[in-house]
């Protein structure tokens, strides 16, 4: 068994993908059967697993979550109470809600189960640059 | 390994934390390393991960929810048949599908990986109280 | 510990119920006490649980989903950029981040902890049938 914390900084709203560095740090204990975990410590960014060829996917998912969850001040958004920390407070707080705060990817004969156009992603819901941190288990 | 059931008590719709059940549980087994996986029994009510500080974000969360899947017999909804029991029925369904039925968190140094400001919490969808069951598995 | 893979043809847009074949291996394996995790390999398709008995939640599911992210040449639709496989396709990767890739459910006495109602599902998102994959770690 295995544990580490993975640190991710962020640009600001959008898709950051750290599937090399899992594979890296899956492949470096040697497991070649197991389970890794992956679990982001945050409410306000999520993990996403999408597809890491063509770009304009990452900013089309973007644009839709911006829709379905619009920052506080925008005139198509309603009933927002909670903008402690400003108008992308609490939408960020929805799409951590709706998107995946942990994710498990089976490892066979050594490697991650991953589809040939999957790729791990930190989805970063905040508009300023942050640095997140994704606490992963693998056994 | 362990497994035990989590029995929740809830007041209609809403989110109900039970962050310090699940720590004492996971404190009890002695366990230093490992992964808490929780798993609801039931498809009208979800997991959720979030802000345990401000409960203006508990009420955003609902209301935005509310506004996405209406009850059957509101203005705003469209295209819903199924309705077996009652209007809150198929969007407590819809709701369960968008939000997560599981929900691993690794233990690490006898604690749970969660960050500072989030809590675990039973959301639930429907318009009465129930009695919700959580399966917890630590491994 | 114990890996698989489940194919499971689909028909185009809907879900595809696999409980039974999941049940079957589990039992296979003799395992009274454990974790199942199941992770879809595909960025167009993902897991559901839902209400396995009226078949009105899966169509009424399915048309909630088609009104949340209708395809890109629906009059409906706005600002999808990626249409490389047809209007179905950029839809199909927004179910895949908003639906679960990855699920896990505790097995106790030798059963998976399911509750009454719950199934477990393939939900495929685009229009023409495939043969999707679910990775299975068991341990």
Same mark, same amino acid.
């Given at each position: 068994?295995?544990?580490?914390?993975?640190?991710?900084?962020?640009?600001?709203?959008?898709?950051?993908?750290?599937?090399? @560095?899992?594979?890296?740090? +899956?492949?470096?204990?040697?497991?070649? @059967?197991?389970?890794?975990?992956?679990?982001?410590?945050?409410?306000?960014?999520?993990?996403?697993?999408?597809?890491?060829?063509?770009?304009? +996917?990452?900013?089309?998912?973007?644009?839709?979550?911006?829709?379905?969850?619009?920052?506080?001040?925008?005139?198509?958004?309603?009933?927002?109470?909670?903008?402690?920390?400003?108008?992308?407070?609490?939408?960020?707080?929805?799409?951590?809600?709706?998107?995946?705060?942990?994710?498990?990817?089976? +490892?066979?004969?050594?490697?991650?189960?991953?589809?040939?156009?999957?790729?791990?992603?930190?989805? @970063?819901?905040?508009?300023?640059?942050?640095?997140?941190?994704?606490?992963?288990?693998?056994?």
């Amino acid at each position: 068994m295995a544990t580490t914390l993975f640190a991710i900084p962020t640009r600001g709203p959008g898709l950051t993908e750290f599937t090399p @560095e899992i594979a890296a740090w +899956v492949a470096g204990t040697g497991l070649a @059967e197991g389970l890794l975990t992956l679990f982001v410590r945050h409410t306000s960014c999520s993990l996403a697993i999408q597809e890491n060829a063509d770009p304009d +996917v990452r900013r089309d998912l973007l644009a839709f979550f911006r829709r379905l969850a619009p920052p506080a001040d925008d005139p198509a958004q309603a009933g927002i109470t909670h903008r402690s920390e400003g108008p992308d407070d609490m939408p960020a707080h929805i799409k951590a809600a709706l998107l995946p705060v942990s994710l498990s990817i089976p +490892v066979i004969r050594g490697r991650l189960a991953l589809g040939t156009w999957q790729g791990v992603y930190l989805f @970063e819901h905040r508009a300023q640059p942050h640095r997140r941190e994704v606490a992963a288990h693998l056994a």
